[in-house]
């Protein structure tokens, strides 16, 4: 095959010194994303944060998908399961923005990043992928990771905690149920922007119901410290982390790249510890040790990666290589 095969480069290219300060900014930013969430609640409730979140996301996406000249209503099949990611983009929403007032930002960092883990294992039973040894070995330490959080007694933790937990754990199941759907549907094919605006879009009402279900409201007018961690999650978080994360795609292998998401959770752990004064037990830090290992053996040169490299802030795959959340 020719040297010039941009696929073949792509995936040779080692990773610049500029390429990983960049994917480690990324993970620390999709890292710190639980915390930034946990400050504002005290000027934004829940439902209502996120319900702004997507509003504001929305707008930063329609502005890059026409700067980018992404035909967005042009018939491509992919309406029907375009509204179904949106349903479950928004449902996922739901489970972690309330889990959330319930649980610290560092627990819910480490159980959303279990979303690795049921792509990677509803790939295998759904979609019909092969996992090598190694990353059933990463499965089994997930899984064993989540069971050490949540089943070992903690100081400070109580059944309202553990039901945040299991609400974060949900949030993530329907973060990989959405990645699934993209990998099995006309999604793959579409523009990475048009399939998370089908997302953010379709949440908005969702949220917006949640909110006006659980009489959210605004009681005082956020303060600037509420107000810019409401941008840094539209704007940065949902906009433009998403797309470099896929133009270093464009540059670089995959599964590259996804080797460095497993030290997302440990990030988050980390800012929520020095930020918001969370609880670091020896028995949760062993679990998020778990957890992180788990995905790194998961991601690990996996085909699985190669359509799932991320995280975060939620969003999409890449066609036919991979995305992030």
Known sequence: MSTSDPALTSASR???????????????????NQVAVKLVLPDIPPFLQAFIRSCGALVVLLVIARLRGVALFERDGTLGPGLAAGVLFGFEFVLIYHGLLLTTASRAVVFLYTA???????????????????????????????ACAIGVPQPDVDSRVLLGDVMIVGGGALWAATTLLVKASSLISAPPEKTLIYQVAVSIPILG?????????????????????????????????????????????????????????????????????????????????????????????????????????????????????
């Not at 080692?14 to 710190?32: T, V």
């Not at 890449?318 to 995305?323: F, S, V």
């Open 209 to 325: 119901v949640a909110a006006l279900a659980a009489g959210e409201t605004l009681e005082r007018i956020p303060g600037p410290l509420a107000l810019s961690l409401m941008a840094y999650q539209a704007v940065w978080v949902v906009g433009l982390t998403f797309l470099i994360w896929f133009s270093m795609v464009k540059t670089y292998s995959a599964s590259k790249l996804s080797a460095f998401t497993f030290i997302t959770p440990l990030f988050g752990v980390a800012a929520g510890y020095v930020i918001m004064h969370d609880p670091l037990t020896p028995a949760f830090g062993f679990a998020a040790l778990l957890v992180a290992a788990g995905l790194y053996l998961v991601n690990r040169l996996s085909a699985v990666v190669q359509e799932f490299p991320l995280p975060s802030p939620h969003v999409l795959e890449e066609t036919p290589e991979p995305k992030p959340h």
């Open 14 to 32: 080692p990773l610049s010194a500029g390429a990983i300060a960049l994917m480690l900014m990324l993970c620390l930013s999709w890292g710190f």
């Open 116 to 146: 690795p883990f049921f792509v990677a294992l509803g790939s295998s039973r759904i979609l019909g992928e092969r996992l090598r040894a190694s990353q059933w070995s990463g499965l089994a330490l997930c899984f064993a990771g989540v």
